[in-house]
Nanobody, 129 residues
């Protein structure tokens, strides 16, 4: 049984930092394309960052230069280091994973978060001004 469990959320003031963790069990994270998404109240789910099996990363424009995604395959854990937090970063943060081989078979234009097979339960981040 595959499980993704996030932790590390909390309440911070603007300008502060948090590090989110997502522990993977049931599969090896080294074979999975993984990422972080967030959803603020009343807003749609938004992709934040992804990391491929070769370490290639992508970021939403809104977090570039402030957030860093990383993965420790020895610990089967995905991280999101969040610095210079802003009130607009307030959201529930989720991690997600998809088998990298399966994802590579999906045509580029068809790739989306809907292709991700496994999701965590979320961790709340609240940033006050």
């Amino acid at each position: 049984q595959v499980q993704l469990v996030e932790s590390g959320g909390g309440s911070v003031q603007a300008g502060g930092s948090l590090r989110l963790s997502c522990v993977v069990s049931g599969v090896s994270s080294s074979s999975y394309y993984m990422g972080w998404l967030r959803q603020a109240p009343g807003k749609e789910l938004e992709g934040v960052a992804t990391i491929d099996t070769d370490g290639t990363t992508t970021y939403a424009d809104s977090v570039k230069g402030r957030f860093t995604v990383s993965k420790d395959n020895a610990k089967n854990t995905l991280y999101l280091q969040m610095n210079s937090l802003k009130p607009e970063d307030t959201a529930m943060y989720y991690c997600a994973a998809v088998d990298s081989f399966a994802y590579a078979m999906v045509p580029g234009e068809a790739r989306s978060w809907a292709n991700f097979d496994y999701w965590g339960q979320g961790t709340q981040v609240t940033v006050s001004s």
